[in-house]
């Protein structure tokens, strides 16, 4: 009996550990996967890998988007003024589920940025890893994340990540707040028996007068 509860104990002890397992592996296409599950039949250069080493990439994402988040993260570089076609490459990557960081160019710093990355001026500006794309096309850019192995819309929960706020100096940007002085303190009110602005009649000279003076 004692034996048998303690391979319970262990089976126990051993399946979160199952669990936690995690599979790299490269389809039909070329493409690598991450999974939680063993990979098909058909996989490529099956691998188990460390579920701890993309926990830095973000909370709350599929194992898959946070394996490749740190490979190969994704920047897009836009504009205040870029609306339609920033816009359309927000929606794809949402669609897709994938996290982003975004760049605003506006100012010098950043079109010296945009410049190292692009060698232009011109956006919206993808880097997927090392790999940089110039310019939306929806086709390109979904042909640039499929071949890294981020996984398509509808294979992971969409996210709604929105344009970023204009930059603070940027013209129509909303002024920083600035806290309002406290008001002054207010007198506290006078009571009843507030002797403060009462008057008593003019004092009179009495024999204790100093020299000199005379008395009425």
């Not at 990557?93 to 001026?121: C, M």
Request: aromatic fraction near 8%; charge should be positive.
């Amino acid at each position: 009996m004692i034996l048998r509860a303690f391979f319970l104990l262990l089976g126990l002890a051993a399946a979160p550990v199952a669990q936690a397992q995690h599979y790299r592996w490269v389809d039909q296409n070329g493409v690598v996967r991450y999974t939680d599950t063993p990979p098909p039949a058909s996989a490529k250069d099956v691998r188990k890998v460390d579920i701890d080493a993309p926990k830095a990439a973000g909370p709350g994402l599929p194992y898959s988007v946070a394996r490749l988040q740190k490979d190969f993260p994704v920047t897009v570089y836009t504009s205040p003024s870029c609306l339609a076609e920033c816009e359309d490459a927000r929606k794809l990557l949402n669609a897709r589920g994938i996290p982003f960081t975004e760049v605003q160019v506006w100012n010098a710093e950043g079109l010296d940025k945009l410049k190292a990355v692009s060698g232009g001026n011109e956006v919206p500006v993808f880097t997927v890893g090392r790999t940089v794309q110039k310019g939306f096309e929806a086709s390109a850019l979904d042909g640039l994340l499929d071949s890294v192995g981020y996984p398509k819309a509808g294979e992971v929960p969409a996210r709604s990540q929105a344009a970023p706020p204009l930059p603070e100096g940027y013209p129509g940007a909303k002024p920083k707040s600035v806290p309002k002085p406290q008001a002054a303190e207010q007198s506290q009110p006078k009571g009843p028996y507030d002797t403060s602005g009462l008057k008593g009649p003019a004092p009179k000279q009495g024999p204790y007068s100093l020299p000199g003076e005379t008395t009425k």
